[in-house]
């Protein structure tokens, strides 16, 4: 123990990039630098992650449509194929459903999209394993746990300050998710605005096949009702509900959640049986778009950067994209540009500023437009998506929008 009088002796851990956070875009960002050369220390907090039960750890509910631009990074960083494929379902179409008696509908497929598939689905668990053995073997990669106290920026880099240590790197990346400690040392501003929706998950067996269809029914009242196709004859829900609904579904029991969705799903999945009863998890939803997504050496990516509604499943496709281009710009610097040199992050911002925007117009204005119980809207709105089901030009736009890279 020290005296009062005996100054502490903090390590000092020197790489190029220091990367704050431990969650699946935080992983990949250290891998992808990795793979570039460049030398990484990766902060995680002290807090360890829950560890899965032993034994058969079941279906895991939180799971994630990843497009093509998050299959091509994990392809180049070898994640993909770690992942468990048993445990991966692709989705070769999806069916969105208006509400009302007039319900309009569009249907997108893989084959009029001129793709193999549209996304697939994979566990959070699944990815953070095939992360987690990937990074074991990446070079130049420091694994720190520890409580960041301080951050200090100057003309060549910047220092983060833990309790019994000092990282110093050229860059810092923020992907500590939505409440970003990196964000917040950095004087970032946002906008924030609360959904009053909670997304309510849980997996089901259904009585009869899937095909690999997503179905998502935007209902008004009772909020957006995604069932997404795992393996075999099951389906996860994302349900984002309104909070008194969202309150009422929590306090019921799982069979009771799936005699509720047997109104929508009925039809096309037959009977829902609930995979782990005990199992229904809810995160309340918000928008947040932070006011830039960089600051003298420091970028931010994913969560960190932007949160976005999950109706259209995609903030975590963003954090890829992010990640892939943070990479990219680096790497293609000009040889007397420090990593974290302020032209080079404005460039990374401003290619990112586009694909962001769309995706949170299009997010919120989607959960807004379909959020509201309003007569003349469900109306504008079913029109809307039978109009827009009969454009192919348009329809098809959009699909390669959401396709990622390969669109
Ligand atoms: C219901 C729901 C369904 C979704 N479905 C999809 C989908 O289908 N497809 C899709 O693309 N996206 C989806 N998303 C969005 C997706 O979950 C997020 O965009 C993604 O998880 C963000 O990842 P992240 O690593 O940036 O942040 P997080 O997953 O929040 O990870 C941040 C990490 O940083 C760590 N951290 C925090 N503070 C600190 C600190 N001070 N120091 C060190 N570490 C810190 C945390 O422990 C955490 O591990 C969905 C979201 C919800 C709520």
Redesign the pocket.
């Known amino acids: 123990m020290n005296s009062p009088t005996s100054p502490t002796v903090r390590r000092l851990i020197q790489s190029d990039i220091c990367i704050?956070?431990?969650?699946?875009?935080?992983?990949?960002t250290a891998l992808a630098f990795s793979q570039a050369g460049q030398s990484v220390t990766m902060?995680?907090?002290t807090?360890p992650?829950a560890s899965a039960p032993a034994g058969d750890p079941g279906w895991d509910v939180?799971?994630?449509?990843?497009?093509h631009t998050?299959h091509d990074l994990l392809s180049a960083l070898k994640v993909w194929g770690a992942l468990d494929a048993a445990r991966v379902a692709p989705v070769d179409a999806m069916l969105v459903n208006g509400d009302g008696a007039h319900a309009g509908g569009l249907a997108f497929d893989a084959y009029g999209a001129h793709t193999g598939t549209l996304?697939w689905?994979v566990e959070?668990r699944n990815l953070n394993q095939a992360l987690d053995a990937a990074l074991k073997f990446a070079p130049n990669v420091q694994l720190v746990s520890?409580?960041?106290s301080g951050l200090v920026r100057d003309a060549d880099g910047a220092t983060v300050h833990l309790d019994d240590a000092t990282i110093r790197a050229a860059l810092v990346v923020g992907?500590?998710?939505?409440?970003?400690?990196?964000r917040g040392q950095c004087d970032i501003g946002l906008d924030y605005r609360a959904y009053g929706q909670c997304?309510v998950?849980s997996n089901f067996t259904c009585e009869l096949p899937h095909h690999g269809a997503a179905h998502q029914w935007f209902t008004g009242a009772e909020g957006i009702i995604a069932l997404?196709p795992l393996p075999g004859n099951m389906v996860s829900l994302?349900w984002?509900a309104p909070d008194v609904l969202a309150a009422t579904l929590r306090g019921e029991s799982a069979d009771q959640l799936a005699a509720r969705l047997a109104a929508y799903a009925g039809p096309k999945l037959g009977t829902l049986t609930p995979l782990r009863p005990e199992l229904v998890r809810?995160?309340p939803?918000v928008i947040m778009r932070p006011h830039a997504m960089t600051a003298p050496r420091v970028a931010l990516?994913?969560?960190?950067?932007h949160?976005?509604h999950?109706l259209?499943?995609?903030?975590?496709?963003?954090?890829?994209a992010d990640v892939a281009q943070l990479v990219r710009t680096i790497n293609e610097r000009e040889p007397q540009r420090a990593i974290g040199d302020e032209r080079v992050l404005a460039r990374y911002a401003r290619a990112r500023k586009e694909d962001v925007l769309l995706m949170q117009l299009t997010t919120d204005g989607l959960a807004r437009l379909f959020g509201a119980d309003l007569e003349p809207l469900r109306v504008v709105r079913n029109f809307g998506l039978n109009l827009l089901d009969k454009l192919p030009m348009l329809k098809r736009r959009l699909i390669s929008h959401a396709l990622g890279s390969q669109g």
């Open positions: 704050v956070g431990n969650g699946a875009i935080a992983k990949t902060l995680s907090p807090t992650a939180r799971v994630y449509a990843l497009n998050a996304a689905i959070d520890g409580r960041a992907a500590d998710g939505a409440q970003s400690w990196v997304a998950v997404l994302v984002s809810d995160f939803l990516v994913g969560d960190a950067a949160v976005v999950p259209a499943g995609h903030g975590m496709n963003l954090g890829f």
